[in-house]
T-cell receptor
Framework: GAGVSQTPSNKVTEKGKYVELRCDPI?????LYWYRQSLGQGPEFLIY????????DSGLPNDRFFAVRPEGSVSTLKIQRTERGDSAVYLC??????????????FGPGTRLTVL | AQSVTQLDSQVPVFEEAPVELRCNYS??????LFWYVQYPNQGLQLLLK??????LVKGINGFEAEFNKSQTSFHLRKPSVHISDTAEYFC?????????????FGSGTRLLVRP
């Protein structure tokens, strides 16, 4: 079956603009995660959805960042008034969250965001 | 706060040689441990994970890792590497039962396999 897909694969924008990054999780996965990977670093947790609700958004760096998952499937990460420091690869992952916890997270290829 | 340290940013090795990628984590509580691999222009792929039980964990592509609680380490090993193993490897920890969804990653180790 299809894996996690993310669009666009690359996004170049100007400082101050608004951007939306889309994630299509694996069909049937109830859990969805966003991470940010800066150059030379490992991914950094941003937000976790269980169904339609954000169960943990403690990793969002500030109120310019917002994410939604209105129907419990596709998610959109929204960044307002972009800054050069927002440049990074934004990764999405999904999992079939179960009682055992520590479900395997399946990652998409990422969206490379460049803010000029 | 928990953290993960990958001591080597890059490990060059010749094809068919053994390799060990080091990972240490900081935690005094039970954790889950993971190794992910990232090939160029691809998403992160799970190699193996430790949840409980046997401290030696076997994963895909011939990799294995050993959980050492006293040394808070989870080193990744492969007895004989191939050119195709060239990639970035990330160690990750999740803080146990309450926040098991939240992966905390190290900064990665680039494995470069030479012919």
């Amino acid at each position: 079956g299809a894996g996690v897909s993310q669009t666009p694969s690359n996004k170049v924008t100007e400082k101050g603009k608004y951007v939306e990054l889309r994630c299509d999780p694996i069909s049937g996965h109830t859990a969805l995660y966003w991470y940010r990977q800066s150059l030379g670093q490992g991914p950094e947790f941003l937000i976790y959805f269980q169904g339609t609700g954000a169960a943990d958004d403690s990793g969002l760096p500030n109120d310019r960042f917002f994410a939604v998952r209105p129907e419990g499937s596709v998610s959109t990460l929204k960044i307002q008034r972009t800054e050069r420091g927002d440049s990074a690869v934004y990764l999405c992952a999904s999992s079939n969250f179960g009682l055992a916890g520590a479900d395997t997270q399946y990652f998409g290829p990422g969206t490379r965001l460049t803010v000029l | 706060a928990q953290s993960v340290t990958q001591l080597d940013s890059q490990v060059p090795v010749f094809e068919e040689a053994p390799v060990e990628l080091r990972c240490n984590y900081s935690s005094s509580v039970s954790v889950y441990l993971f190794w992910y691999v990232q090939y160029p222009n691809q998403g992160l792929q799970l190699l193996l994970k430790y949840l409980s039980g046997s401290t030696l964990v076997k994963g895909i592509n011939g990799f294995e890792a050993e959980f050492n609680k006293s040394q808070t380490s989870f080193h990744l090993r492969k007895p004989s590497v191939h050119i195709s193993d060239t990639a970035e490897y990330f160690c990750a920890v999740s803080p146990g039962v309450d926040s098991s969804y939240k992966l905390i990653f190290g900064s990665g180790t680039r494995l470069l396999v030479r012919p």
